[in-house]
């Protein structure tokens, strides 16, 4: 009996849904956490969306243009940022190209995020740096789960301009004398940080006990 009953504990527990729509499941839901952890307004709503309230909304394969994301800062709302699926083919110069076309006449951009499933050739590439806005790319498979939620990931907060120079001042060190974090590393870019900008790092753990530290971003 035991065995028939975690039997069907086991089975109820299955995702017998496409292996696509949950792939863009989870990864939109780890963007509009990235968008609210920067700032950004996400409805709540959205966050919190089930799977089966997603598979009921796009369908078992999402059309990867209904997955666009647009979001205005709460501090700021003239900073707009848009984000952009752009499906499972290789991302060639003509892709971005329409791309651009299709946002050249639309509200002013601040920043562009793309979700890429397949290579970005060169071409591609170089064409990014038209655009008048920083652009970012993420690879979809990265974003399938949360890094800053992982249990042993200490806590991050970006530091605003003020505070960062009353950390400094407090300490009496130059920016380049702080620990450093390169621009590419993952953290830095779930947040979107710039050269320059300071992270106050939070560890909490049984053998270190609480401590905080501050990295600059390089």
């Not at 890094?147 to 407090?170: F, G, M, N």
């Not at 380049?176 to 050269?195: F, H, T, V």
Request: proline content about 3%; overall charge positive.
């Amino acid at each position: 009996m035991e065995v028939n009953g975690a039997s069907e504990c086991k089975s109820d527990s299955v995702d017998n849904g496409s292996s696509e729509s949950h792939k863009y499941y989870l990864s939109r839901k780890t963007i509009l956490e990235m968008l609210k952890d920067r700032g950004y307004a996400v409805p709540s709503s959205d966050i919190q969306m089930s799977l089966k309230d997603f598979r009921d909304k796009y369908g078992p394969k999402p059309d990867s243009d209904a997955l666009k994301i647009s979001a205005l800062h709460k501090n700021n709302p003239s900073d707009r940022i848009l984000v952009i699926f752009l499906g499972q083919h290789m991302v060639k110069v003509n892709s971005v190209r329409v791309i651009a076309a299709q946002i050249m006449n639309k509200e002013t951009l601040n920043r562009l995020i793309l979700i890429v499933e397949n290579k970005m050739t060169s071409q591609a590439q170089k064409a990014l740096l038209a655009f008048s806005f920083k652009v970012e790319t993420f690879n979809i498979l990265d974003l399938l789960v949360n890094i800053t939620k992982h249990a042993l990931k200490p806590k991050h907060r970006v530091l605003t301009d003020k505070e960062k120079q009353a950390l400094l001042k407090k300490f009496d060190v130059e920016e380049k004398q702080l620990p450093r974090m390169l621009q590419n590393d993952a953290i830095s870019r779930y947040y979107g940080l710039e050269k320059g900008q300071v992270l106050e790092v939070t560890y909490n753990g049984e053998v270190t006990g609480l401590h905080v530290t501050y990295r600059c971003v390089w």
